[in-house]
Nanobody
Framework: QVQPIESGGGVVQAGDSLRLSCAAS????????MGWFRQAPGKEREFLAHIIWASGDAYYADSVKGRFTISRDSAKNMMYLQMNSLQPEDTAIYYC????????????WGQGTQVTVSS
């Protein structure tokens, strides 16, 4: 059983940076994959990035490539999302998700953390 727990959300101004954290409590597995998603009011959940735990290989949605960086600290069982040049359209609830099947079929989700970007 894995329970992702997000932290680090808040209110920032346009152009600011913010780093989100996700603690992967419980076991992590050799074929662990973790990802970040977000959901803005009235919109569907959007994939942002995912990372292969064993290798550190990262994959991004085109919408955030070059602005957001996903990373992980295996020793601490922590994953991060560094977000730069934030804009009001980045306002959303950000979710951390985990998969222990080696795929992006994420079966474990956090409760989400609110990010609000003011103009």
């Amino acid at each position: 059983q894995v329970q992702p727990i997000e932290s680090g959300g808040g209110v920032v101004q346009a152009g600011d940076s913010l780093r989100l954290s996700c603690a992967a409590s419980g076991r992590t597995f050799r074929n662990f994959v973790m990802g970040w998603f977000r959901q803005a009011p009235g919109k569907e959940r959007e994939f942002l990035a995912h990372i292969i735990w064993a290798s550190g290989d990262a994959y991004y949605a085109d919408s955030v490539k070059g602005r957001f960086t996903i990373s992980r600290d295996s020793a601490k069982n922590m994953m991060y999302l560094q977000m730069n040049s934030l804009q009001p359209e980045d306002t959303a609830i950000y979710y951390c998700a985990a998969s222990n099947t080696g795929s992006t079929d994420f079966g474990y989700w956090g409760q989400g953390t609110q990010v609000t970007v003011s103009s």
